[in-house]
Structures are given as C-alpha cells and as structure tokens.
C-alpha cells in the first residue's frame, strides 16, 4: 500500500504490530544472552541468580572471565588474524574482479560471472567438504609421487583463509560492481584526453569514487569472516577460531562466559558498523559538495 494514500484503522493496527513484534523477535533473543551475562549462576541459562561481573574478570578457580580465559582468548586472536587476511584478499581480488566484469568485454563473460557468483547459492559446509578433500587429495598425491610434504594442505589456518576467501570475495565483487555501476565513464575518457595513462585514471579518479563501497566491502568481509562457522568447521586444525571454540563449549557444557563473549563481539559490532556507516555518510557528502 501507498503510505501517503488513506488507510484504515486495522491496517494502522497491524502494521504497527507487525513493526513491534518484528523487532521483539529479532532483538529478545540478544538482549538475553546479554543479561545473562552479568547472572551469578555456572550456567548460561535462567534462573537469574544476582548480579556479578565474575564472566568478564574472574579469575577461578570456579569462574574464569574472559579475560581471563586462555582458550577463548587465542580463539579471538585467531579469528582476529583470520579475519584481516581474508578481508586484505578478498577485498583486492574482487576490486580487481569488479573491474573485469564491469569494464572489460572478453569471451564467455557472463559464463565467468555465474562461476563467480555461484559460491553464493552453494552451502558453506559442502564448499568446506569440498576445499578440504580436494586438498587431502592433492596433499596425499605430492606425499605419494614426489615424497614432499605439503604441510598448508593439512587442515589449518591457510585452508581456513582460503576456504572463506572462496565466497566472502563474491560478497566484495558484488557489492563494488553496484557502485562501479554509477560512475560516470565521462570522466576516464577526460583524463584520457588530458594525456593520463591507464593506471592514474583508475588511481586518482575511479578508485576515489570507489572508496566508500570498497570500505564497504572490506568491512562486510570483515564480518563474515570473524563470524564464518559452517566452512571454517571442516578446514580449521588444532588453532581453533572463536566460533568454533564457542561451539565446543556449547556442546561439552559452558558457563556464561559464553554469554559474556556474545556481548562484547554484539558490541564490537555495533560499534563498527556505526562507525563505517558515518564513514561512508561522510564520504558521500562530500562527494556531493564536490
């Protein structure tokens, strides 16, 4: 329905209980685990049991905060390290992709650009299987033929990058394309008649404009990385990720650090998707005043 047209009362009534009841769902569940994180019980759940901020700074024997915690804390270095190799790759290679699909004309393009969005439609735990099979395959055959032992090929941090690399850069080439989409090829063609080779036209002229989404880009990679479980799961070795280590707990029965982590990383994230959306409101107001 058009919002500036006349409506009736019921549909008033539902839309704005569609609204609240929309963000109850989508928020309860955090604002939970959030509270629980403060709950004076060994157990991540209900009952609330008082107030205390053992689950940040404990220091045990009983209750271990998280900074504190060993474990969860190489698990947030880890994926912290994972996260800034494959938001560095994944945001070069699918700028570079972004320029090929959308400024360049070659033969079976768009044959190219199905194979490069299809990681999107495939699940992360067969890309997983598969990236870890065809590299205990290969590993296997060098061992085999030439004797070398190819230790990246083992289940591990390089396999790990390369697996989440394998679809997070379709989210980077996707999201630059759209933008690249807009600009205005009028001004390339200037410089070019000003005497500018190839590589100052896109450095000081398509790349600026491109600088918001490709912070954009990076930021989302960043993200997806950090959080990435259902790849990471079949690839990662003895260096597990955070995700992983939290799942383990979960699984063999975890106190409410857990909690305490999810609201740290439900913080962190807040915080830095505001602050990239103030970077690329800036960013387009100047763009704007220029």
């Known amino acids: 329905m058009i919002r500036t047209l006349p409506s ?14 929309y963000f109850v769902l989508l928020f309860s569940p955090l604002i939970v685990i959030m509270l629980l994180a403060f709950n004076n019980s060994m157990f991540p759940s209900l009952p609330w049991n008082g107030f205390t901020l053992d689950w940040f700074f404990g220091e045990g024997p ?9 474990r969860n804390l190489k698990g947030l270095r880890i994926s912290l390290y994972v996260a800034i190799w494959v938001t560095s790759i994944s945001t070069l290679i699918g700028t570079c992709a972004a320029f090929l699909f959308e400024q360049e ?5 768009k044959f190219f650009y199905f194979l490069m969005i299809a990681p999107l439609v495939v699940p992360g735990v067969i890309i ?27 289940p591990g941090l390089f396999l790990v990058v390369c697996g989440q690399c394998s679809f997070i850069t379709t989210f980077v080439t996707l999201v630059i394309i759209a933008r690249l989409k807009k600009f205005d090829r009028s001004l390339e063609e200037a410089a070019f008649n000003l005497g500018a080779k190839k590589h100052q036209v896109i450095w000081h002229i398509t790349l600026p ?13 960043f993200l997806l990385s950090f959080e990435n479980f259902n790849t990471t799961m079949f690839l990662v070795g003895s260096n597990a990720t955070l ?27 807040s915080l830095f998707a505001v602050l990239n959306f103030y970077i690329q409101r800036r960013d387009a107001a100047k763009a704007a005043k220029s």
């Open 209 to 221: 404009y491109l600088r918001p989404s490709v912070i954009g880009a990076a930021a989302v990679a």
């Open 105 to 109: 004309e070659f033969r079976f393009k």
């Open 128 to 154: 997983g299987i598969a990236l870890l099979s065809f590299a205990t395959s290969l590993g296997t055959f060098l061992e085999l033929s030439l004797g070398i032992d190819v230790r990246a090929l083992s």
């Open 243 to 269: 995700p992983v280590t939290l799942f383990t707990q979960i699984k063999d029965g975890s106190t409410p650090v857990v909690n305490a982590i999810s609201l740290l990383l439900i913080t962190c994230v």
């Open 8 to 21: 009736t009362k019921f549909y008033k009534y539902g839309y704005n209980a569609f609204i609240i009841l």
């Open 62 to 70: 009983e209750k271990v905060g998280i900074f504190n915690d060993a």
